[in-house]
């Protein structure tokens, strides 16, 4: 772990107590070198296993950094999350009984946090799952209930079937936040079951002959699923009640996920929630479409699972291609002006030094690199706006790679930080273990350390 103070910004000596006092407790566990970066897990943890979602914040290391922050800080009663992603921060909050709130651009992340961060839970979730699958096996139906055009490309026929039967018993539960926890299973049941390799976050087939020995009953696969999931539920609901944060069978504080992109306006949407007390958050490391691909991701199961059900926003129209949703992402389609590269060079140096020093190769490379850091920093500009004064932000970044070259992510941010007057407290350093990265992807080979970027907002 590496801890230090950037280069300090006029503040009241308050303030910078403040900001000692929380150096203080970063800094107790250094005599454990794995304290940042646990190797042993539990995959259960905060209903943490109900869906693979791409590049997951591990749940223990979310909670010490509230843990600290929490201990230095007092009055925090929210947490805010704009790249919500599966959750992670906003359940991590619930564990110390923080109001949460989240916004995703992708429809998969704000559905699998609804279903995490939900105050209400149905504590007979597991008969449901059980009453679904026997519907399930009784219908005789063959008709594929899925609108996506080349299903026979991802799907065998009797898996395509099976996968209907479900998604006709669900439609048939009457209550929303138990559909949403079965939709999330179902997602969970398509990435196991379809043709689709697991071994990337690509779209990317299985050869013929590998889809030819796979033997896969959905159904099956799906009542395994759903037990697993309605038990880490109820294991996590247990810990909050032991934790006094459930009050008559609810959480007790507000949570709220919305769908929508962090680049926009979200004054209105937040109307009566914002400001926010604490952002924790792990942003994208680069664009979509050749980083961390979420939305080809989730694609598959999208395609099966009611729209209407996850959000009113949610558009079909981001199915229209397997890229949409990643294009929609930051730096997926932004023309990059050059007003805006002497703009976005004048608040950070690093980004400058980075581009121009890049390789030519790939040709694209500099294109994609400047159109990210455009996005990124019009959601900076946002999202700081949702934070109350002197309020703190945890950032967990990875440092991608770009033809050989790795993108300083975290002292670009620093720096764009400071542009929107925030002050940069610390940085600290882990290792990645089991954060699941995409292996076939060239840009995963850089991101098996992360930075936690520590910053605060400061009072105008």
Same mark, same amino acid.
């Given at each position: 772990?590496?801890?230090?103070?950037?280069?300090?910004?006029?503040?009241?000596?308050?303030?910078?107590?403040?900001?000692?006092?929380?150096?203080?407790?970063?800094?107790?566990?250094?005599?454990?070198?794995?304290?940042?970066?646990?190797?042993?897990?539990?995959?259960?943890?905060?209903?943490?296993?109900?869906?693979?979602?791409?590049?997951?914040?591990?749940?223990?290391?979310?909670?010490?950094?509230?843990?600290?922050?929490?201990?230095?800080?007092?009055?925090?009663? $929210?947490?805010?999350?704009?790249?919500?992603?599966?959750?992670?921060?906003?359940? $991590?909050?619930?564990?110390?009984?923080?109001?949460?709130?989240?916004?995703?651009?992708?429809?998969?992340?704000?559905?699998?946090?609804?279903?995490?961060?939900?105050?209400?839970?149905?504590?007979?979730?597991?008969?449901?799952?059980?009453?679904?699958? $026997?519907?399930?096996?009784?219908?005789?139906?063959?008709?594929? *209930?899925?609108?996506?055009?080349?299903?026979?490309?991802?799907?065998?026929?009797?898996?395509?079937?099976?996968?209907?039967?479900?998604?006709?018993?669900?439609?048939?539960?009457?209550?929303?936040?138990?559909?949403?926890?079965?939709?999330?299973?179902?997602?969970?049941?398509?990435?196991?079951?379809?043709?689709?390799?697991?071994?990337?976050?690509?779209?990317?087939?299985?050869?013929?002959?590998?889809?030819?020995?796979?033997?896969?009953?959905?159904?099956?696969?799906?009542?395994?699923?759903?037990?697993?999931?309605?038990?880490?539920?109820?294991?996590?609901?247990?810990?909050?009640?032991?934790?006094?944060?459930?009050?008559?069978?609810?959480?007790?504080?507000?949570?709220?996920?919305?769908?929508?992109?962090?680049?926009?306006?979200?004054?209105?949407?937040?109307?009566?929630?914002?400001?926010?007390?604490?952002?924790?958050?792990?942003?994208?490391?680069?664009?979509?479409?050749?980083?961390?691909?979420?939305?080809?991701?989730?694609?598959?199961?999208?395609?099966?699972?009611?729209?209407?059900?996850?959000?009113?926003?949610?558009?079909?129209?981001?199915?229209?291609?397997?890229?949409?949703?990643?294009?929609?992402?930051?730096?997926?389609?932004?023309?990059?002006?050059?007003?805006?590269?002497?703009?976005?060079?004048?608040?950070?140096?690093?980004?400058?030094?980075?581009?121009?020093?890049?390789?030519?190769?790939?040709?694209?490379?500099?294109?994609?690199?400047?159109?990210?850091?455009?996005?990124?920093?019009?959601?900076?500009?946002?999202?700081?706006?949702?934070?109350?004064?002197?309020?703190?932000?945890?950032?967990?970044?990875?440092?991608?790679?770009?033809?050989?070259?790795?993108?300083?992510?975290?002292?670009?941010?620093?720096?764009?930080?400071?542009?929107?007057?925030?002050?940069?407290?610390?940085?600290?350093?882990?290792?990645?273990?089991?954060?699941?990265?995409?292996?076939?992807?060239?840009?995963?080979?850089?991101?098996?350390? *992360?930075?936690?970027?520590?910053?605060?907002?400061?009072?105008?």
């Amino acid at each position: 772990m590496s801890v230090g103070i950037a280069v300090p910004t006029q503040i009241s000596p308050a303030l910078a107590n403040v900001d000692a006092k929380l150096l203080r407790e970063l800094a107790k566990p250094a005599a454990d070198p794995d304290f940042w970066s646990p190797k042993a897990r539990d995959r259960s943890d905060s209903a943490h296993c109900i869906f693979l979602y791409p590049a997951m914040m591990v749940p223990v290391v979310q909670r010490r950094l509230l843990d600290a922050v929490l201990t230095t800080q007092s009055g925090v009663k $929210s947490i805010y999350d704009p790249f919500v992603g599966s959750g992670t921060s906003l359940v $991590s909050g619930m564990h110390y009984g923080l109001a949460t709130y989240g916004n995703d651009i992708n429809p998969l992340a704000v559905l699998i946090s609804r279903v995490r961060t939900s105050r209400e839970f149905d504590g007979s979730i597991r008969a449901i799952c059980e009453k679904v699958v $026997s519907n399930a096996e009784v219908d005789g139906s063959s008709i594929i *209930e899925t609108e996506l055009k080349n299903w026979q490309k991802w799907f065998k026929t009797d898996v395509a079937i099976e996968l209907s039967r479900l998604r006709r018993a669900i439609r048939n539960e009457s209550d929303l936040w138990v559909r949403r926890f079965l939709w999330v299973t179902l997602a969970e049941t398509i990435r196991l079951t379809s043709n689709d390799r697991t071994s990337t976050y690509k779209l990317h087939a299985r050869s013929a002959e590998d889809i030819e020995r796979r033997n896969l009953s959905p159904i099956k696969v799906f009542m395994e699923l759903s037990l697993k999931n309605s038990t880490s539920f109820h294991k996590f609901r247990r810990e909050l009640h032991n934790k006094n944060k459930i009050d008559n069978g609810a959480y007790c504080a507000n949570t709220k996920i919305i769908l929508a992109d962090a680049r926009d306006d979200l004054v209105n949407m937040w109307e009566g929630h914002a400001p926010f007390d604490l952002l924790m958050t792990s942003p994208p490391y680069g664009d979509n479409i050749t980083t961390v691909t979420y939305g080809q991701h989730s694609y598959l199961p999208l395609n099966w699972i009611d729209f209407t059900d996850i959000d009113p926003a949610a558009d079909i129209n981001s199915l229209r291609t397997t890229q949409e949703i990643d294009r929609r992402g930051l730096g997926g389609r932004t023309i990059v002006t050059a007003s805006d590269e002497e703009a976005l060079f004048s608040l950070s140096p690093t980004l400058k030094k980075f581009a121009d020093t890049m390789s030519a190769h790939p040709k694209d490379g500099r294109v994609r690199l400047m159109r990210f850091y455009r996005d990124f920093s019009k959601s900076l500009e946002m999202l700081t706006r949702q934070l109350r004064p002197n309020g703190y932000m945890i950032w967990t970044v990875g440092n991608r790679n770009i033809g050989g070259q790795q993108v300083p992510t975290d002292g670009i941010l620093g720096e764009l930080l400071e542009g929107q007057r925030c002050r940069l407290v610390t940085t600290l350093r882990r290792t990645i273990h089991h954060k699941r990265m995409p292996d076939r992807n060239a840009s995963s080979k850089t991101m098996r350390e *992360e930075k936690i970027v520590l910053a605060r907002k400061l009072a105008d």
